[in-house]
C-alpha cells in the first residue's frame, strides 16, 4: 500500500531563514506521481509542484526548491528566505494506480509551518 | 483567486436539517472530488466522480449523498448528519481521473458544523 511521511509535525523559523519540509514516500508501483500542496489558513489547497517516477531532476522556482530522490523515496521541499506569508501546512502527496486504473491521491499528516518576523 | 468555487463558505446546521453544498468549475476538466479534512489532519477522500458518472465511494455513511448535474457543477447532499461530521469540506477537480500526473484543483471549501 502506498503512505507519505512527514515526519516534522510543526516547525518555527524567523523570517529569512532556509527551511527543508521533509516527505519519504513507499509505493509498489513504477510509475507513480508526488505533488506538494499548500494550504493556508483561508483552507484552500494551493497545488505547489508535480514530479513523475521517471524524472529526478531537482527544481527551482523562485525561492522554492525541490530535491526529489528515489534512492531514498524522498521529496523534500526547501524554502529559502522563508517569509511570514510563507506560513501554511504543507502537504506531501503520492498518486499511484494501483489495480483500478484510477488515480487517487493519497496526502502525508501535513507540517505546518511558522514563520515569525 | 481558486478556479473552483464552493458554496456557502460556512454552514452551521443542526442534525435533522437538509442542506447541499454546492461546487463549480469551468476548466473543462472531467474529474471531480469531495474530500472532508478534519483540525489538523490531511484530506480524506469521499467521491469520485468521472465523466459525471460515480467512480470511487470511499464507504460514505448514506448520509452524504453526491450529485453530478453536469461536467462544471458537483454537489454534496446532506441530512441528519452528525456532530462528528463537523469539517471542512473540499471540492476540487482534476482534468481526468485516469490521468495520475495531472493536479487537483482546490476549492477554498466549506466550513460545516452541526450542532
Not at chain 1, 24 to 39: A, C, M
Not at chain 2, 25 to 44: D, F, S, V
Not at chain 2, 97 to 111: I, K, N, S, V, Y
Request: charged share 20%; with cysteine.
Amino acid at each position: 500500500a502506498q503512505k507519505v511521511t512527514q515526519a516534522q509535525t510543526e516547525i518555527s523559523v524567523v523570517e529569512k531563514e532556509d527551511v527543508t519540509l521533509d516527505c519519504v514516500y513507499e509505493t509498489r508501483d513504477t510509475t507513480y506521481y508526488l505533488f506538494w500542496y499548500k494550504q493556508p489558513p483561508s483552507g484552500e489547497l494551493v497545488f505547489l509542484i508535480r514530479r513523475n517516477s521517471f524524472d529526478e531532476q531537482n527544481e527551482i522556482s523562485g525561492r522554492y526548491s525541490w530535491n526529489f530522490q528515489k534512492s531514498t523515496s524522498s521529496f523534500n521541499f526547501t524554502i529559502t528566505a522563508s517569509q511570514v506569508v510563507d506560513s501554511a501546512v504543507y502537504f506531501c502527496a503520492l498518486s499511484e494506480a494501483g489495480n483500478t486504473g484510477f488515480q487517487k491521491l493519497v496526502f502525508g499528516t501535513g507540517t505546518r509551518l511558522l514563520v515569525s518576523p | 483567486d481558486t478556479e473552483v468555487t464552493q458554496t456557502p463558505k460556512h454552514l452551521v446546521m443542526g442534525m435533522t436539517n437538509k442542506k447541499s453544498l454546492k461546487c463549480e468549475q469551468h476548466m473543462g476538466h472531467r474529474a471531480m472530488y469531495w474530500y472532508k479534512q478534519k483540525a489538523k489532519k490531511p484530506p480524506e477522500l469521499m467521491f469520485v466522480y468521472s465523466y459525471e458518472k460515480l467512480s470511487i465511494n470511499e464507504s460514505v455513511p448514506s448520509r452524504f449523498s453526491p450529485e453530478c448535474p453536469n461536467s462544471s457543477l458537483l454537489n454534496l447532499h446532506l441530512h441528519a448528519l452528525q456532530p462528528e461530521d463537523s469539517a471542512l469540506y473540499l471540492c476540487a477537480s482534476s482534468q481526468d481521473l485516469r490521468e495520475g500526473d495531472q493536479p487537483q484543483h482546490f476549492g477554498d471549501g466549506t466550513r460545516l458544523s452541526i450542532l
